[in-house]
Nanobody, 114 residues
């Protein structure tokens, strides 16, 4: 499965961005879809995930501000990010799990200026 992430950019604190991740195959075949983020020198951190269609999880630091959603017809899932903070600055990676395998997108940079 190939994943293509897009939507990153520069935004002021308090603003919003929407990230998209498009898969090369139907996302019905994927057990888990979601987003991680990583700041240089730190571990990759779970941002949000959807498992089995309805089981949604968010990282504690983004709860109430970020929303993950999917469009099955477009083989795409999204991360709507609102009320962005400078500490949200990171490279965001979309990922998917199909069977025993993980698949990762190339990463998209989100920079939040204070």
């Amino acid at each position: 499965v190939q994943l293509q992430a897009s939507g990153g950019g520069l935004v002021q604190a308090g603003g919003s961005l929407r990230l998209s991740c498009t898969a090369s195959r139907t996302i019905f075949s994927l057990n888990v879809r979601g987003w991680y983020r990583q700041v240089p020198g730190k571990q990759r951190e779970l941002v949000a995930s959807i498992a089995s269609g309805t089981n949604i999880n968010y990282g504690d630091s983004v709860k109430g501000r970020f929303t993950i959603s999917r469009d099955i017809a477009k083989n795409t899932w999204y991360l709507q990010m609102n009320s962005l903070k400078s500490e949200d600055t990171a490279v965001y990676y979309c990922y998917a799990v199909r069977g025993p395998y993980d698949h990762w997108g190339q990463g998209t940079l989100v920079t939040v200026s204070s």
